[in-house]
């Protein structure tokens, strides 16, 4: 049996807005091709959830639990009436077996979310470095109640066991919102620019990125 063959013989989905596909953490046993409208796919961590991607005509997507038997990885929500093929494992099977252009798409449209999910993982990183320094930074302002503070980036680095690199990526973006003068590798803030490092701190924590 041809895939094209096999693809005609799947059932369709019509779907109207608003229906939830499946959620984060449900059993899958099938993929869905989009032949017409819209889903989007949400990750959801304890309250905060988090769109992964809006997917359109002729995009694919739930087939990371019928590859391996894991349960659902994100929710997937109609949001534009839509039409779904929906593949089951028997039929997958006989895709992958009978045309190579599937599979090498398949491959294709993986790594680029693999790539993508990369990218926000060494965001999220990134991110917590800064903190991570910024909060440290804090820290050593707060026992002088108000008088200006001196930190020696080196010294920093060496407290937390990071490169000059590493800690100067986290402080100058800080400096740029007000958060002190640095100069020669010395980072100097009063009480007032010391509150703008609680600022820059908060803003951080917050970010959806």
């Known amino acids: 049996m041809s895939a094209v063959r096999s693809l005609a013989q799947a059932p369709e989905l019509h779907l109207p807005k608003g ?14 091709v ?3 409208g819209r889903v989007r796919l949400t990750l959801r961590h304890e309250d905060h959830e988090k769109e ?10 739930g ?17 534009e009436d839509a039409t ?16 190579l252009d599937v599979v090498f798409r398949m491959m294709n449209v993986l790594g680029e979310r693999l790539s993508r999910a990369n990218q926000q993982v060494r965001g999220q990183m990134e991110r917590l470095a800064h903190l991570h320094v910024l909060g440290h930074c804090l820290r050593q302002c707060l026992p002088t109640a108000g008088a200006p503070t001196t930190l020696e980036l080196e010294a920093v680095a060496r407290e937390l066991g990071l490169n000059g690199t590493e800690v100067r990526a986290a402080v100058e973006p800080a400096v740029l ?11 100097v803030l009063d009480g007032e620019q010391a509150r703008a490092l609680a600022a820059e701190l908060c803003r951080l924590a917050a970010s959806p990125d």
């Open 34 to 36: 989009i032949a017409r």
């Open 177 to 187: 919102r007000g958060a002190g003068t640095l100069r020669d590798g010395r980072w």
């Open 52 to 61: 992964v991607g809006l997917l359109g005509p002729g995009d694919f997507f």
């Open 19 to 32: 229906t939830i596909l499946f959620r984060q953490g449900d059993a899958g046993e099938e993929m869905f």
């Open 84 to 99: 779904l093929v929906s593949i089951r494992r028997d039929v997958f099977a006989m895709m992958m077996q009978d045309d």
């Open 63 to 79: 087939e990371l639990s019928l590859l391996s038997g894991a349960a659902r990885t994100a929710s997937a929500q109609i949001v």
